[in-house]
């Protein structure tokens, strides 16, 4: 059973830094892409970053190019999403994704999404 655990979010103040994991099981982490995707309150899903499985390539949706790293340790099934300079924008529940092959694209499993809020 495909399972992606979602941790590391919390409250932070506009300007601070937090780090996302997602826990990996029940597939070969190391030969499926992953992305981050939120859904900030109200709004629909959003694309935030992608790693193909090698992670040789990322990818980033402009508004966090720059202030976001996407990283994945596939000895330890993990992905991961370092986030610096939050903005009050960047306030949403953060879901880890996996996707159908080794690029990024079709995803088709979730995890049940972490709360990321950015707050003065």
């Known amino acids: 059973e495909v399972q992606l655990v979602e941790s590391g979010g919390g409250l932070v103040q506009p300007g601070g830094s937090l780090r996302l994991s997602c826990a990996a099981s029940?597939?070969?982490?190391?030969?499926?892409?992953m992305s981050w995707v939120r859904q900030a309150p109200g709004k629909g899903l959003e694309w935030v970053s992608g790693m193909r499985s090698g992670g040789d390539i990322t990818n980033y949706v402009d508004s966090v190019a720059g202030r976001f790293t996407i990283s994945r340790d596939n000895a330890k099934n993990t992905l991961y999403l370092q986030m610096n300079s939050l903005k009050f924008e960047d306030t949403a529940v953060y879901y880890c994704?996996?996707?159908?092959?080794?690029?990024?694209?079709?995803?088709?499993?979730w995890g049940q999404g972490t709360r990321v809020t950015v707050s003065s």
């Open positions: 994704a996996k996707s159908l092959s080794t690029g990024v694209g079709t995803i088709d499993y």
């Open positions: 029940g597939f070969t982490f190391s030969s499926y892409a």
